[in-house]
């Protein structure tokens, strides 16, 4: 007998939406396609979809409802913007109250959620969200650090290819900034935190990278260093190109006058980040689609390894 799968809907039929499919079609454990959902008919994540046998509504979230599929859905990843995710979320619990949805935008209505941080504390939450593709780089990293000495101020600056910025991503950079800035503090530990975005729009595009710098009360630089090298294969284990790109580098800093916060003194950490894409819908430079995709499917798997298990009992 085939083990039972949770069925999940996709909210947005572009890049990211279409990066998502992919993965649940190919390495989906404990969560299978039940729909695709877009605006736009002409759209080439519907058409995908449509010709691997899921079932698809270029109507919203409308579609959706009346789709005969609907009553089986118990995932919905929402891969829109971050305005259009609070009226998906509204219209969903007034149909369904049960319904779990995994938020790939930045609308921050469901408490945030970091797989390898935090993951493990919001498996009976109905609504999480993955912050930003720059917060799931460097978030872990933060905490890394958090885990070995108290950090005072952490911020990360990520670096994408313009061309992996879709019109979703491009309309959401204020709540990006906001939304990674306060999951920085959040889920980081980090008392303040900052987050910048850059759109790189160098040709042939470049890999994603991203930069974390924290201030921290001064510990063991091996300790951290281990905390952070940890981290990162923890992290690799379901983004597999995610990775340092150099050796974490250390400061002692005296005063530094931090905008915002003050004066501070103590130990600067700074960490370089690479994350390539699995190239599974976009090439691989994509990698901050790759991890936004890889983050919200092993957050699924495993809220479904926790509805199934408890089904079993």
Partial sequence: MAERKLKAAILGSGN????LMIKILRHGRHVEMGAMVGIDASSDGLARAARMGV????????????????????IVFDAT???AHALHDAF????????????LTPAAIGPYCIP??????????????????GGQATIPM???VSRVAKVHYAEIVASISSKSAGPGTRANIDEFTETTSKAIEVVGGARKGKAIIVLNPAEPPLIMRDTVYTLSETADEHQIAASVEETVAAVN????GYRLKQQVQFDSVENLKVPGVGCLSGLKTTIFLEVEGAAHYLPAYAGNLDI?????????????ERVLEGAAA
């Fill in 16 to 19: 990211i939406g279409t990066d």
């Fill in 81 to 83: 913007s971050a305005s």
């Fill in 92 to 103: 969903l619990r007034e149909r369904r109250p049960g319904i779990r949805c995994v938020d």
């Fill in 237 to 240: 284990r379901y983004v597999p």
């Fill in 142 to 144: 933060v905490a890394a």
């Fill in 116 to 133: 390898v941080v935090n993951g493990a504390e919001h498996l009976d939450a109905k609504n999480v969200n993955m912050v930003t593709c």
């Fill in 292 to 304: 936004m995709t890889s983050a919200a499917l092993a957050t699924a798997e495993r809220m479904a």
């Fill in 55 to 74: 079932a698809t509504t270029h109507e919203g979230v409308e579609g959706l409802a009346r789709l005969s599929v609907f009553e089986e859905i118990d």
